[in-house]
């Protein structure tokens, strides 16, 4: 139970399950039995994870089954989680079983879950691939905490990801607590006795390393001659699809070949849990001969120490920790003279064996299931925990005046490069028409803060659309590579909708005649693909723009037209989607947000239809109630939301476009009105800027005019891409034209803080 005394009542663990055959699939029934144990009102459901080709009869625990390789199983056990009010997710995550690049399908359903979610990681890696370091990267992000089974995982994770060791938990793999056995006892119930027994376990696959013991055993057996080697467990359900049983067969022969036969067993099943312990309390030395030292953590093993198991294994990581508790011997990867010398050292000393047995079993009690389930309950509490409370913070002004040297450390001779490694320009993504549509708008909504060098500016990112309009096509291009290469021919609807828009400002607002002519010219070039678009946010930005030209260009039969066909599209979009809980023109959330109901209102201003009109008004309303928290700051709809029909949104990732977008959409309809809430609406998402948040942390920098690149679970994204500095430079000017930020009566504290 946490300090705030809630207590997790229900959970799903997101898993491999019997009865598949494998590691995970064992621990996560261990970990539910063992937290049932713990706390018997608990519910935990299961939500199994299915190899390609597999069709396992599960336990009525597991609630849902999701297909390796299928997107729609991810979705609607994620829809599952979200409908029966699960406390929080559990995930014991390893390599191989999700599918996607690296497991990246996993990605999909956490993103959709609403609950707070726990990853045990059963691998950790000193060297990930890209695609390796983007999951766990990602997973990082998402999880309240990750749970790892050692310390040197722990610190493995800090160094190699950047994880705050504050936010990783240890947690021993957990074991049985079985007495100590009587070993000659056990031996009997196999048909073992009068052998000295050595066992390795588990699925049977050339990673083992189990040559490098059957190599050992002539020189083991020629000083005892007593012994058996034990080799437990069924051969990999996926070698086995791809081999059968080659692979065991081979070792059979090399046994043969070497004249060991009758010192090596091999036990070609899958042994349940209560049945191999059987087997390990009949072992004189466990013996794990792998060939990788990458395994951050071995069940088997830490079996085999807790029912006092001397050890003699090669120092896979794992390992390594154990053995230096005094428990076993360390042998070279491959060296079959090491394993021969080392357990014909242990097999001829019986008192070291037996002081290894005892310090084995002391630190198997450490290990035990009930100690995990105690763990794991009290960093299950803690997440579930309520958030900290949110304190305003006087003092700190809202105006900030315009300022562009955060867009200028971005921009080159070309045009503004899309993105940043924290304030340096990662000239690896090169450019994008989207972000020098935003740009070029920017530089003729300065007011006041115009100078030349906005000028020259302009002129660059005019540059940079007019390079991107393919006549040829009747589209504009978007992305650009570093080389000034195009990427493409054409670009999304949304990139057209956006240079439309650009251009339309740039006629109707740019101070220099030659850049209206300029615009104008290519408006009326693009403007008839704009009839054409399908995609809702493309049509509205369009009608901005259109609506933008006729500014300064009434009477423009184009502009107008693209307004009255784009604006029906919209109200027809909407009539055919809203539901009594749902005012909107999609069943989902998406980007931009904003953006449809304000392009609905101005097109019922300039079409002067008054249904048009209300329905933008009825939509910016419903929005803005959703984009509202309990305490009554601004929460822009997280792009974790997206593709979650008729689903209220989830709050992260938050992007700053969506708070500039809610300012001009709010500022529109307080034109519009008069009525003071919007007035209210454009503050809150202002002070979202300033840290008046969900996290309480400033987004965006007065001093030089950056912006962070949005809020996530885990902090602020220290990044300060081309689309962050920009939506808050255009929030800023639009605030500071209409001197809203400091003449609103209703102006609340600002800002605020975590406590």
Known sequence: MNAHGKRTGHIALIGNHPPRMCGIATFTADVRAALLAARPDLVADVYAMDEPGGLHAYPPQVVCQIGQADLADYRAAARRINQDGVDLVCVQHEYGIFGGAAGAHLLRLLDRVEAPVVVTLHTVLADPSPEQRFVIDALARRADRLIVMTERARNMLQRVHGVPLARIAVVAHGVPDRPIADVEAAKARFGFQGRKVLLTFGLLSPNKGIETMIRALPAIAAEHPDVLYVVLGATHPQLVIQQGEAYRERLAVLARELGVEPYVRFINEYTETDQLLDYLEAVDIYVTPYLNEAQITSGTLSYAVALGKPIVSTPYWHAADLIAEGVGIEVGFGDSDGFARAINTLLADPERREAMRQRAYAVGRTMIWPRLADAYLDIFDRAIAPRPLRLPVAGRGDRIAPRLAAVERLTDQCGIIQHSVFSVPDRHHGYCVDDNARALILMHRLGDARTERSEALATIYAGFVQHAWNRDRGMFRNFMAYDRRWLEEVGSEDSFGRALWAVGVTAAEARRPDLRRWA???????????????????????????????????????AYRIIETCGRRLALALAETRRPDWVWFEPTLGYDNARLPEALIRAGMVLGDQRMHAAGLEVLGWLDRIQTAEDGHFRAVGNESFERPFAPPLPYDQQPVEAWAMIDAALTAWAATRDPRWHAAAQRAWRWFLGDNDLGQPVASAADGSCFDGLMRDGVNLNTGAESVLAFQLAACVMAQTGLVSDSPERPETGAVAV
């Open 520 to 558: 104008r010219h290519l408006f009326d070039e693009a403007a008839p693909t704009a009839l054409k678009l399908q995609n809702h946010r493309s049509l509205a930005f369009a009608m901005l723009g259109a609506e933008a030209l006729l500014e300064g260009q009434p009477g423009h039969t184009l």
